[in-house]
């Protein structure tokens, strides 16, 4: 059953419904969307909207879908793009695919027209027009046995016949005329078909014969035929009815439900989809259900089946009753007592146990039996090749008895294997006899008992003297024995003689439907398989493949095919010796399994894809693929996704490991959809271990990985540690930069000032002017002024400073200026403007003033040939620097290189500029110091305009040496 609850949405009125190619099923619940039914989930396939649609062709791997007026492509899953309207009064009738092609046909009923198209997924044509002279309707067909023929019929509703044409190139080709108006038909070829006629009777007709197969007027709803196939709808209950020629066959019913309306078959599997008003259904004809056994209202508690000598099987109820199953008929007898487990046939006669003290009974019918023995209850019936009947009995052992007497109906003396003889087990619940003649028992363990020493061997489980237990044994046509544990696992004898007893004998089968934790409730061999009731699941474990390639493959019946509401019977199963079926029960259910059908089916390997949520899109990855997630992306949300021509799901276990471990799977299941939360970044496989449908797994690698953040990532502790040595290199070797610096600022700045007040200089100044103190009266000032400078010096080379206040600085420069006027240039003249915008205690670089004023006068003004000298010293200021303007109108820069090497001589002024390099280099954007000429149009005396920039505000204390 498709619904909300299982699929994720609602599947009423599902008005048609169609397989697509990889198996999947397109559904169109009534004025709704469209819903794609795949191997584990539905997914919207689009919205229906106001279209009105409901047919769908998956073509050239691509979608299209109609109604009567228009074709529309299915774009993204979810968008309609129209890509074909009929014209005006037209109908489009019609559609099929055929010799890669679309043919669908439009009719216009008022014009008596019928339009013929073919549409190979780019363009469309029409292949001709055809005039009728008569009312009708029109039809497409491709007949069964021959999938390159395709037929279009036209019903002539005036005369009661319809006409079958077939479709050649361009041409419409009268095939034959037939002399009935029908209203559906289930077209097989021109000479085989069925067909129903208005008056709701479905007719069979076979080569130029009709015959009535039934009617259907006094259902509720008329009949359609499909798959040879027709629904019969009556009093909420729902009837397949197989048509074989001019019979019918029920293939199945469903009760409560609301009206039937289209169903379609899966030949893979032989399965159908039936939609009704309720849910939507898929039916597997070669297992069937019998609901309704005991009292006409359940099969509950089912603890015996045997099958009679006539054919017909006895089912025996826990809950006291029993009933004959007759094929579909249903005979429940007088016999109430509740049925215990373990029922067998023994030639005509019938044993089956009873619960609470009511004994053994034996059955030469239904209605006659006798008791055989009334005061112990038995779990289980075996008959040994010597004829001795063995019974499993509760807290008595084993008794026995030979058969002829057990069917002679006189008193029966029955033995007991009980602790005397070594059987330490209260219950036994199933008996088997291996090949050497040796009688197992088991439960809470194995007793195995020996008929030639009338000992036995018992093996407890609670004492730890075998490490599982069973209440399910069988022994195969190669006399091997097989039990089945409480937990799930399957387990062969090796004894080499009778003697030869051992629990270390026992030998699992390893396999992944064998590690479910649910116990093995029967074995059952039928042909070359060994049958297993594995609680909610029925598994074939294929014993030729084992016995001749010693491997391992179990198949298993679909949780779809089953459906199973309770666990399956304790030893509950037979094969039917007139149909080779296989009966078993559940808790709440009897099942009739047409194995042999069913092995016949083809299977489909699955290879899953992982369906990943990121970044806000599913993203896919296939086996052997890898997909990357960011740190936080660390919590994986994903589902499985497989599609295969069987449309079912497949039992899957999973695990997620770190790369370089090992995986260790969980149980099988059908879950599909995951969760990891909070993974730690790395590198992890994710493994996916499929249980084929042919019995064999397949295990199946995805990468993934969670990337580092960045600081788990070792280059960035490399980068780190670099960092950290770096800022540690960095600080030692600023300060050895530092101190270097600061010794070279110091000592330029002494050079600077020693170049310039040098001794033999100063002694020279002095002697030319005490040689000529008569003639120079102000040499007393002079001198006066080079004693302030050499002081001024001497202090500031003490101090080891390489910065001075700005009095100190102006001071050098006004007697630099004086000595200058005295010495040179007498006609100087000097003009200074704002001179207190700077203050005093203002710190600079020493000589940043004083040098350049030298240079104005030395290099500029002093080669000047003729008066006016003029030197200008302007102070200024903005938000963040001291701006001082030096001005001169000597012969400019360039000429004055032509009187004065700087590059070789220039001491003072390459001394200032790389004390102001280094400084700025510290602190950039300390000083500045630009030189240009001071007038564009002078040619001969441009002058120079020297511009120091020097910001506010700033500390020298780093310079200290």
């Known amino acids: 059953m498709y619904n909300k609850q299982n699929y994720g949405f609602d599947f009423f009125n599902i008005a048609s419904c169609q397989a697509f190619p990889d198996g999947s099923i397109n559904t169109f619940p009534y004025n709704a969307i469209s819903l794609t039914i795949s191997n584990t989930y539905a997914r919207q396939t689009f919205k229906n909207g106001k279209n009105n649609v409901n047919e769908i062709i998956y073509f050239k791997n691509r979608t299209f879908t109609r109604n009567g007026e228009s074709i529309y492509e299915v774009l993204k899953g979810q968008f309609l793009k129209k890509i074909y309207t009929v014209k005006p009064n037209e109908n489009l009738t019609s559609w099929i695919v055929s010799k890669n092609l679309i043919y669908f046909v439009t009719t216009d009923v008022s014009n008596k027209n019928i339009n013929y198209y073919t549409f190979d997924g780019f363009s469309f044509r029409i292949l001709f027009q055809k005039k009728f002279s008569y009312k009708f309707d029109a039809s497409l067909y491709l007949t069964d046995n021959d999938k390159a023929s395709v037929y279009m019929s036209v019903n002539d509703t005036s005369k009661g016949s319809f006409t079958l044409y077939r479709i050649e190139g361009n041409t419409l080709v009268k095939a034959r005329v037939y002399p009935f108006n029908p209203i559906h038909i289930n077209f097989l070829s021109l000479d085989e078909f069925y067909f129903e006629d208005k008056n709701n009777i479905i007719w069979y007709y076979s080569n130029g014969k009709t015959s009535k197969v039934c009617t259907t007027k006094n259902n509720a709803y008329s009949l359609s035929i499909h798959y040879q196939v027709i629904n019969s709808y009556e009093k909420n209950n729902l009837y397949l009815l197989k048509l074989k020629k001019e019979k019918l066959d029920t293939l199945a019913n469903l009760s409560n439900v609301s009206g039937s309306y289209n169903h ?132 008595w052992g084993v008794m026995y008895a030979k058969w002829k007497d057990v069917a002679s109906g006189k008193k029966i003396n029955w033995k007991f294997i009980g602790t005397k003889q070594g059987n330490l087990l209260k219950n036994s619940l199933c008996i088997v006899e291996d090949k050497f003649g040796n009688i197992w028992s088991s439960q809470r363990g194995f007793c195995i008992y020996q008929p030639y020493k009338n000992k036995s061997v018992t093996w407890s489980k609670e004492k730890n003297e075998i490490g599982f237990s069973s209440k399910s044994m069988w022994v195969d046509d190669h006399k091997t024995l097989w039990t089945g544990s409480y937990n799930g696992k399957l387990f062969y004898y090796s004894g080499k003689n009778r003697d030869d007893l051992s629990p270390k004998n026992f030998k699992p089968i390893s396999h992944p439907l064998l590690d479910c934790n649910k116990e093995i409730t029967f074995l059952h061999q039928w042909q070359g398989y060994l049958i297993l009731g594995a609680s909610d699941k029925i598994l074939l474990f294929d014993l030729q493949k084992w016995y001749k390639e010693k491997k391992v493959f179990i198949r298993y019946l679909n949780t779809m ?99 370089d471990e090992n995986p260790v799977f969980a149980v099988p299941n059908l879950e599909t959809h995951f969760k990891f939360a909070n993974l730690r970044s790395g590198k992890y496989i994710f493994y996916v271990r499929v249980c084929q449908q042919n019995g064999s797994f397949n295990i199946y690698q995805y990468k993934i990985k969670i990337e580092n953040f960045f600081w788990q990532n070792w280059w960035f502790w490399l980068i780190i540690l670099l960092f950290v040595f770096s800022v540690i290199y960095y600080y030692f070797d600023i300060r050895r930069k530092i101190e270097q610096q600061q010794k070279e600022i110091a000592q330029l ?140 109108n000597g012969v400019g820069m360039e000429k004055s290189q032509t009187f004065y090497d700087f590059n070789k001589n220039g001491t003072g002024i390459s001394n200032l500029k790389s004390v102001l390099e280094i400084i700025n280099n510290n602190i950039p954007g300390t000083l500045s110091v630009k030189m240009e000429n001071a007038s564009v149009t002078e040619t001969e005396n441009p002058g120079t305009t020297v511009t120091i920039m020097m910001k506010k505000n700033i500390s020298y204390e780093k310079f200290k040496i």
């Open 264 to 395: 379609l078959h899966n030949k893979e599997t032989n399965s159908y989809y039936v939609g009704t008003g309720t849910n939507f259904y898929r039916l597997f004809p070669f297992i069937k259900k019998y609901p309704k056994i005991f009292n006409n209202s359940n099969s509950q508690q089912i603890f015996s089946i045997i099958q009679a000598e006539d054919g017909r099987i006895w089912a025996g109820s826990y809950n006291g009753a029993l009933s004959v199953v007759d094929k579909r008929k249903i005979f429940q007898s007088d016999f109430n007592t509740m049925v215990m487990n373990g029922g067998i046939r023994v030639g005509k006669k019938i044993l089956i146990n009873g619960e609470g003290g009511r004994g053994v009974f034996l059955f030469d019918s239904e209605k006659e039996f006798r008791k055989i023995n009334d005061s112990i209850i038995c779990f289980y019936n075996f008959l040994s090749k010597d004829s001795v009947l063995y019974c499993g009995t509760s807290s």
């Open 561 to 659: 095919e089953t459906n199973f509401s309770a666990p399956t019977e304790q030893n509950v199963a037979l094969t039917d010796f007139r149909d080779h079926s296989v009966w078993f029960s559940t808790s709440d259910m009897l099942y009739q399994w047409n194995i042999k059908d069913w092995l016949k089916l083809p299977t489909f390997n699955v290879i899953p894809k992982i369906a990943f949520k990121k970044d806000s899109t599913e993203v896919y990855v296939e086996k052997d693929k890898s997909i990357s997630f960011k740190p936080r992306e660390n919590t994986l949300d994903f589902d499985i996704r497989y599609q295969t021509i069987d449309n079912m799901p497949r039992y899957i276990s999973v695990c997620l490991v770190k790369e």
């Open 749 to 888: 700045n002494l050079v600077s000032l020693g170049k310039q007040f040098r001794p033999h200089f100063m002694l020279n100044a002095l002697n030319s002017l005490g040689s000529d103190m008569r003639d120079k009266p102000h040499a007393e000032r002079i001198i006066s002024r080079i004693g302030e400078n050499i002081n001024i010096m001497h202090k500031f080379a003490k101090d080891s400073h390489i910065d001075i206040d700005f009095e100190h600085e102006w001071k050098l420069t006004l007697n630099t200026i004086d000595i200058q006027k005295e010495i040179f240039i007498k006609d100087l003249k000097t003009s200074i403007f704002n001179r207190e915008i700077i203050p005093n205690d203002y710190r600079l670089p020493m000589g940043i003033i004083q040098v350049n004023v030298e240079n104005a006068l030395l290099h500029g003004i002093r080669h000047r040939k003729a008066p006016p000298y003029d030197l200008e010293i302007r102070f200024s200021e903005d938000s963040d620097y001291f701006i001082v303007e030096i001005t001169d």
